[in-house]
């Protein structure tokens, strides 16, 4: 995947004020086909960025994005998301076999059923 | 701009002769003869936790809570419980006995260190300045996650060390 | 005492919301407080430091473990939470729209709104800002302490104020390395026992510096930052190149007005609070009939002043719908302004102070 070696996502083991990680059961989702382990209950940007991913999406004019706000405001996350184009990955939690997909700019839709929060 | 604490708001950390001169540096006298409280506050923000952790009413804020915190040396027993109630992690105690020099500083990093281990001393700029022997450390959960870490280096350095390097292992 | 009335609804369960809900609550008013995210708290769940102030402002205690406590409290009260939902209207005679769960949309007839929507944080624009590794300073809080992942491992952090430095040391905790904190102005931002922290640790801060870009193939690679002179321009010759996988732009943050404006609130500028803000009493009442507005949607300050803000515009509001007497009502409105302004004292807190006055001068014209 590209941008994986300047990405440098990992998970935080121990935390010298947050402790321990919380016992999480496990989900696999799937970026462009490939498994990715993810905690339950986290979004998706998370396990991604968890994951080394480090481009979720190009705009039309081919310019690499991923996260900008986090939490919901600017969508510069997007990702298509069990078929659905333009859902905000730092806002919509992951579920077990969810298919992410990178889009192109806008995307288009590909027939899913509106889980992922847009 | 103002040359009040030009190195606090220019380096990020206060320089000694700003420190000297909001009167928070004890002498070498004072020093030697019990360990003393080192409050570096000294921009007036809304806060007195320092003040409420205290047993024994030696640290003063009083009204309004952005007065600077004072120490009165005679009261203080040096029980270190405002090294973690400080919010600013702005407070250390230290000492001297003959030529070795004693800090009691906050941490709030993993790993934390361990009694024995020989670590390098910093300044406040994050400079290393000497070699030095973490005496003690200790996390108890009234301290709500703030490590308080004791460490011995050579007296000459009292002034300019203030903590542990980061990365210390 | 008021019998069938309309509930008040509160807009945003961040730690405004959430204070105001309490004491609506407390006072025995029927309250709704919706929240468009899946979990309440706003911002306060990634503030993992010791909070300032006094005893009666929290202090010492960390930012989560107030918006736990908020949490407890709104459990055991039972407050009706409304979680996913979005409020996407404010109607005349203040008909509340809101979008459950992206799929069912309803009026609520409300009987005052209190709108507690919080602020967003600010972007810079350089060449390169749109790379992935480029983030708000938030961004990478939310990350490293509510989600557990590290952004990157080197880190830029571009602007000096509270959010920067203590976003700067978070990092640090989290096992990120932070090469450097910069600010355009000729002095520091933040407060000094904020960057003398992350100062002994080593980072260092660069005043009268911008960033000049981003440079990265498919993500950042690189910062390029140069000195600036008097008027902000960059000074030729003056570029350095930083070695990092992460930028976070901590330019601050400016009030999130959205349902402000569609309810008809009018606005005042106030460029120390973060731009446009809706003009309010001292009670937290909007120019809008029964519409209040607090935290950092009436002025972006700090979670502390936010919660004193709910509480006002709470107290109030159960008076107004004839849950609290009135002297009760003046007792603890004044007891509430004592605590903040408390807060908005010493060298920072007096221009915030300054700030309110002039908001507060204005707003009186419809008390």
């Known amino acids: 995947m590209s941008g994986e070696a300047s990405s440098g996502g990992r998970r935080i083991a121990s935390h010298p004020i947050l402790g321990e990680p919380e016992a999480a059961r496990e989900v696999t989702i799937y970026l462009d086909g490939a498994a990715i382990a993810a905690k339950e209950g986290e979004p998706i940007m998370s396990a991604l960025v968890a994951a080394g991913v480090g481009v979720f999406r190009h705009t039309k004019r081919g310019s690499p994005r991923r996260m900008f706000c986090g939490i919901g405001r600017c969508t510069d996350c997007v990702m298509t998301v069990d078929g659905i184009p333009g859902v905000r990955t730092c806002v919509t939690p992951v579920r077990e076999g969810m298919l992410v997909e990178r889009q192109e700019g806008a995307g288009s839709w590909k027939g899913g059923e509106g889980h992922g929060r847009r | 701009m103002s040359s009040t604490n030009a190195s606090l708001k220019t380096d990020g950390a206060p320089s000694i002769e700003e420190l000297r001169a909001a009167g928070v540096l004890p002498s070498r006298e004072q020093l030697a003869q019990r360990p003393c409280v080192c409050v570096e506050c000294i921009e007036e923000i809304p806060c007195n936790p320092c003040e409420t952790s205290c047993p024994q009413g030696a640290l003063t804020v009083g009204d309004p809570i952005t007065n600077l915190p004072v120490i009165d040396r005679d009261k203080c027993t040096a029980c270190g419980a405002c090294i973690p109630a400080c919010p600013g992690l702005a407070i250390t105690i230290k000492s001297l006995s003959g030529d070795l020099a004693k800090i009691r500083f906050p941490w709030e990093y993993l790993p934390l260190p361990e009694a024995g281990e020989e670590v390098d001393m910093v300044d406040r700029m994050g400079m290393t300045v000497c070699r030095g022997k973490v005496v003690a450390v200790s996390n108890p959960p009234r301290n709500n996650r703030t490590a308080v870490v004791a460490a011995e280096f050579p007296a000459e350095r009292v002034d300019e060390v203030i903590s542990i390097r980061r990365n210390h292992e | ?367």
């Open chain 3, 1 to 367: 005492m008021g019998v069938d009335s309309k509930p008040a609804v509160v807009v945003g369960a961040g730690p405004a919301g959430l204070c105001a809900a309490i004491e609506l609550k407390r006072a025995g008013a029927p309250v709704v407080l919706m929240d468009e995210n899946g979990k309440p708290g706003g911002q306060l769940f990634k503030q993992i430091h010791k909070f300032f102030g006094s005893r009666e402002h929290s202090a010492g205690t960390r930012g989560f473990e107030i918006g736990r406590r908020l949490l407890a409290d709104s459990l055991e009260l039972g407050i009706d939470v409304r979680l996913d939902t979005e409020v996407v209207g404010i109607e005349p005679g203040l008909g509340v729209w809101a979008v459950e769960r992206r799929s069912r949309s309803y009026t609520l007839e409300a009987g005052c709104v209190i709108l507690a929507t919080g602020a967003s944080e600010n972007g810079l624009a350089f060449p390169g800002w749109t790379l992935p590794g480029v983030m708000t300073a938030g961004c990478a809080q939310t990350l490293v302490n509510v989600h557990r992942v590290l952004p990157g491992r080197r880190v830029l952090i571009v602007g000096s104020g509270n959010v920067g430095v203590i976003v700067g040391y978070q990092l640090l905790q989290a096992g990120a390395e932070v090469a450097a904190i910069i600010e355009g102005a000729p002095a520091l931002g933040g407060y000094g026992v904020h960057t003398a922290k992350v100062r002994r640790a080593g980072v260092p801060f660069y005043c009268g510096t911008t960033i000049l870009r981003a440079e990265g193939e498919e993500g950042v690679e690189r910062a390029v930052i140069a000195k600036v002179d008097r008027g902000f321009k960059p000074i030729a010759g003056t570029e350095e190149t930083l070695e990092v996988d992460t930028i976070c732009i901590a330019v601050g943050l400016t009030p999130a007005l959205d349902l402000a404006y569609l309810a008809g609130c009018k606005p005042i500028f106030v460029p120390e609070l973060g731009g446009n803000m809706p003009l309010h009493d001292g009670y937290m009442r909007s120019s809008v009939e029964g519409v209040y507005v607090v935290g950092d949607t009436a002025g972006v300050e700090e979670a502390s002043t936010a919660m004193e803000e709910g509480r006002l515009a709470g107290i109030h509001a159960a008076y107004a719908l004839g849950f609290l007497g009135e002297a009760a009502m003046r007792e603890r409105t004044e007891a509430t302004w004592g605590r903040l302004d408390s807060l908005r004292q010493g060298v920072f807190g007096q221009k915030r102070f300054a700030a309110k006055a002039r908001i507060l001068a204005e707003g009186k014209v419809r008390a």
